[in-house]
C-alpha cells in the first residue's frame, strides 16, 4: 500500500498511518482475538472511508463553483428578464405563507413557515421602507382538544392564547422581537387526521382569507399538495392571487408506501397522482426542497432549499469551536425527530445489528422526539425485537391467532372431513415422499392430524428461536421532546432517514459544529459537502464514520459556510428560485400548460360541491374531513344538483351516514362512469376554453353531473 493512499487528511490531527500499523500489527499476532482486531479494522476503514469522501468533497467542490460562476451570469441575465408577478424584490409587496402545521407543534411544516415569514417581514420592511405588515402568516387553529393534545402537547382555550405563545417563541427564541410584534398571524379553522398524522382545513381557506380584507397578491403555499387533498370546493389559488409558489416539504409518497395502514385509496401511485394534479391546479412555480421527490409538474419546479437555521444554532457551533474539547462532551450520538417508523428509525435498527455483528456490541444512542408510534419503536429498541411489523397487532406472535394458525386448523378440520367421505386419501409432505399413500379413512385422518401437528410445533419451535435471538436490548435512552438547541453536549448526530426531503435536524446539527452522519440520498445533497458530514452507502461505512467521529473533533464552520445555513441566504436563494422568465411564461402559454391547469383545477372544484365531495373526500380516506361544510357559509358551497348543506353528515356521522355496501357500491359506480366519460373526452376535441377562457359544457363535464346528480338522488 503506498503512502499518498494512507496519508489521510484527518478532521482533528489524528494519524491514519498509526491507525494502519496498529490494525497491520494485530493481523499478524495470530493469538490476538477477533473481537480485539475488529475495532482496529475499523479503525483503518474509517481512515480510507474519510480520504474517498474528502476526494469526492474536492471533486463536488469544484463543479458548485462552477456552476455558482454559471448562475451568477444567468442570474444577472434573468433577472432583467422575468416577470413582473414573480419578481419578489419589488417594493409594497404583500405576501401570505400558507401552512398546515403551527407551534407548539415543532415539526418543519410549522417552524420552518413561522421562520420564512419572520425573515421576510425583515426583508419586506427593507425593501419598502414602509413600517407596514406586508408579511401574514395563515395557520391552523383546532377547535377540538383532543387534537390539540395530540400534536401541540397542551390545550389553548383561543387562537389568541396560542398567538401569543407564537409571538413569544419568535420573541424569546430566534430572537426576533421586531417578526414577534410586526408578523401578521391568521387562524383559520382545522382538523387532526390521526391516519395521516397531518391537519387539514374545513372549509374554504381562500373565503377566510378574503374575509380578513387583506391583498391577494403573493401567496407561499407550504405543501400545495397537503393543503388541497381535502379542501372545499371553491375558487382556484391563481384565480385570486397574482402570483403562488407551493414549496414541498414532504415525501408522501414514500411515507405512505413505507407506512400503509391508511383508509380509502392513499396508496403511493395514487397519493403521486393526486398530489401533482394539485401541484399543477394550484402554483405558478414550484419549489422542491431535493431531489428526493418525484416531478410534479416539470415545467414549473426548481431544486433549491429554501429552509436555514436560527441564528441561536450557529452561535452555539461559534462556541463550540471555540472552546477546547472537554470531558463533559457525551460520547454517544443521538437521533432527534418525530417518533415514526418512517423518520428512519427501522433503518436505524438494522445499523445497530450490523455494527453488533461486526464488533460485538451494539452501539449506545439517545433518541429523543415523540409522536404516534412512540410506544411500538421504544419497544423494538428495548426488548430486542427488530420487526416493527409484529408491534402492529399484539397477537402475531400467537401460532393459534395467526393467519398460518387458521391455515393450519382449516387444512387439518378438511382433512378430517375428507377422510369421511372416502375409502383412501392421498397424503404430501415437502419433507416425504411425492408418492401417494393409500390409508383407510381412519388412518388417513390420524396421518394428517400427525403431520400438521409437527408443521405447527415446527413453526412454534422456529419462532422461539428466533424471539432468543432477537432478545438483547439495545443500550439506549428516549428522553422525549425537547429543542434542538438544549442538545449541546453531543458532538454526534445519526439521522438515517431515507423518506424526508430535506432534514431541519441535520442542517440545525451542522450548524451548532456537530459530526453528522447521514446516507448519500438525494435528500442530503445540500448536506455531503460540509466538512463535517459523514455519509455513507452501506452498514460497513457508517460504522466506520461513527468510529471515526467518536475518536476525532468536529472542524469549525468557515463565514463561508455558515452563511449557506443561516435563514438569510435561504431568503434570497427563495426569492431567486421563485421568479419566472418572460421567456418560461411564453413557453407555457403556448404549449397549453395553463390550459390544463385550469381544467384540473375546475375539475377538483366540480367533484368537491356538496354531498358528493362529501363521499369522494370519505373514498379518498378523508375520515373527518369528509365534510369540510362546517365553517363555510351554505349559499357558497350549492350547487344545481345539492340540496342545502343544512343536511350535510354530522361530526358524529362521519364513518356511518351511509351503509358500507351502499357506499362502496354508490362510489364504484361513480369512478367507473367518470373513467368512462374521461377516456371519450379524451378523444374529442381537446379545447374546453372558449373565447373568453370561461368552461362551456362539454361531454366530460356532463357525464361528471349526471353521475353525481344520479348517486345523490340514489342517497337522497
Known amino acids: ?93 404583500h405576501f401570505h405563507i400558507v401552512t398546515t402545521a403551527a407551534l407548539p407543534w415543532f415539526t418543519g411544516t410549522a417552524v420552518n413557515p413561522l421562520l420564512r415569514a419572520a425573515y421576510l417581514h425583515r426583508r419586506t420592511q427593507k425593501i419598502s421602507r414602509q413600517d407596514q405588515q406586508w408579511v401574514t402568516l395563515v395557520i391552523p387553529w383546532l377547535d377540538r382538544p383532543e387534537d390539540q393534545k395530540e400534536t401541540l402537547g397542551r390545550i389553548f382555550l383561543s387562537p389568541q392564547q396560542q398567538e401569543t405563545f407564537i409571538r413569544d417563541w419568535l420573541r424569546h427564541e430566534a430572537s ?47 405543501e400545495p399538495e397537503h393543503i388541497n387533498w381535502f379542501r372545499a370546493p371553491g375558487d382556484g389559488w391563481t384565480q385570486k392571487y397574482k402570483f403562488v409558489i407551493g414549496v414541498l416539504h414532504t415525501n408522501y409518497k414514500e411515507y405512505i408506501t413505507t407506512n400503509g395502514g391508511v383508509s380509502g385509496l392513499w396508496a403511493g401511485p395514487a397519493i403521486s397522482l393526486l398530489s401533482s394534479a394539485m401541484v399543477r391546479a394550484y402554483c405558478h412555480k414550484v419549489i422542491k426542497l431535493s431531489a428526493a421527490l418525484h416531478d410534479y409538474a416539470p415545467e414549473k419546479e426548481v431544486v433549491c432549499n429554501v429552509h436555514g437555521v436560527r441564528s441561536e444554532f450557529l452561535t452555539e457551533g461559534r462556541r463550540r469551536a471555540n472552546e477546547c474539547p472537554s470531558d463533559k462532551d457525551e460520547p454517544t450520538p443521538y437521533f432527534i425527530g418525530k417518533m415514526m417508523w418512517a423518520k428512519g428509525l427501522d433503518l436505524l435498527l438494522r445499523l445497530e445489528d450490523y455494527h453488533k455483528a461486526l464488533t460485538g456490541e451494539y452501539f449506545p444512542i439517545d433518541i429523543y422526539g415523540k409522536g404516534p408510534e412512540q410506544q411500538m419503536i421504544q419497544k423494538a429498541f428495548q426488548t430486542g425485537s427488530r420487526n416493527r411489523k409484529e408491534h402492529r397487532q399484539t397477537n402475531n406472535n400467537n401460532i393459534n391467532g395467526s393467519i398460518i394458525g387458521k391455515t393450519v386448523d382449516i387444512i387439518q378440520h378438511n382433512a378430517t372431513c375428507g377422510a369421511d367421505n372416502t375409502e383412501t386419501a392421498s397424503c404430501k409432505s415437502g419433507a416425504a415422499s411425492d408418492s401417494s399413500i393409500s390409508t383407510s379413512k381412519t388412518s388417513s385422518a390420524s396421518k394428517a392430524s400427525t403431520l400438521l401437528s409437527v408443521f405447527r410445533e415446527n413453526i412454534l419451535l422456529s419462532q422461539e428461536n428466533m424471539t432468543q435471538k432477537v432478545r438483547e436490548p439495545i443500550p439506549c435512552r428516549f428522553p422525549g421532546r425537547v429543542d434542538h438547541l438544549t442538545l449541546k453536549r453531543y458532538k454526534t448526530f445519526v439521522n438515517p432517514s431515507v423518506s424526508e426531503v430535506l432534514c431541519t435536524t441535520t ?50 464552520l468557515t463565514p463561508e459556510w455558515e452563511k449557506q445555513l443561516s435563514w438569510e441566504a435561504a431568503t434570497d436563494r427563495f426569492i431567486d428560485a421563485s421568479a419566472i422568465t418572460i421567456e418560461e411564461a411564453q413557453n407555457r402559454k403556448q404549449l397549453g400548460h395553463n390550459k390544463l391547469d385550469e381544467r384540473i383545477a ?81 378523444r374529442a376535441d381537446d379545447t374546453l376554453l372558449d373565447v373568453r377562457g370561461d368552461f362551456r359544457p362539454s361531454g366530460f363535464s356532463e357525464a361528471v353531473r349526471a353521475s353525481l346528480s344520479s348517486l345523490k338522488r340514489t342517497v337522497a
Open 1 to 93: 500500500m503506498s503512502d499518498d493512499i494512507i496519508s489521510v487528511p484527518s478532521l482533528a490531527g489524528a494519524s491514519s498511518r498509526s491507525d494502519e500499523a496498529s490494525a497491520l500489527t494485530a493481523s499478524e499476532n495470530s493469538s490476538t482475538t477477533l473481537e480485539d482486531q475488529l475495532p482496529q479494522f475499523s479503525s483503518l476503514v474509517a481512515s480510507m472511508s474519510e480520504l474517498w469522501l474528502q476526494q469526492e468533497k474536492k471533486a463536488a467542490r469544484s463543479s458548485m463553483e462552477v456552476d455558482a460562476e454559471i448562475n451568477v451570469v444567468s442570474n444577472e441575465t434573468n433577472r432583467k428578464a422575468i416577470t413582473s408577478e414573480s419578481d419578489l424584490n419589488l417594493p409594497n409587496r
Open 176 to 222: 426576533m422581537p421586531d417578526a414577534a410584534s410586526g408578523l401578521r398571524i391568521l387562524f383559520y379553522e382545522a382538523r387532526y387526521h390521526s391516519g395521516l398524522g397531518s391537519i387539514f382545513a374545513m372549509g374554504d381557506l381562500l373565503q377566510t382569507i378574503q374575509g380578513a380584507g387583506l391583498s391577494m397578491d403573493v401567496c407561499i403555499l407550504e
Open 507 to 556: 442542517a440545525e446539527a451542522l450548524a451548532m459544529g456537530k459530526f453528522v452522519i447521514i446516507p448519500i440520498h438525494p435528500s442530503n445533497n445540500f448536506f455531503l459537502n460540509f466538512p463535517n458530514c459523514l455519509g455513507y452507502r452501506n452498514e460497513f461505512e457508517f460504522v466506520a464514520n461513527l468510529h471515526w467521529a467518536q475518536n476525532n473533533e468536529p472542524l469549525a
Open 602 to 682: 375546475w375539475f377538483h372544484k366540480e367533484l368537491g360541491k356538496g354531498k358528493r365531495g362529501n363521499m369522494l373526500r370519505k373514498l379518498l380516506g378523508g375520515g373527518p374531513l369528509s365534510d369540510p361544510f362546517k365553517y363555510g357559509t351554505p349559499n357558497h358551497y350549492q350547487d344545481e344538483t345539492t340540496t342545502m348543506v343544512s343536511d350535510r353528515l354530522t361530526d358524529s356521522d362521519d364513518t356511518a351516514s351511509l351503509s358500507s355496501n351502499e357506499s362502496m357500491t354508490n362510489d364504484r359506480e361513480v369512478i367507473s362512469k367518470i373513467g368512462a366519460s374521461i377516456d371519450r373526452d379524451l
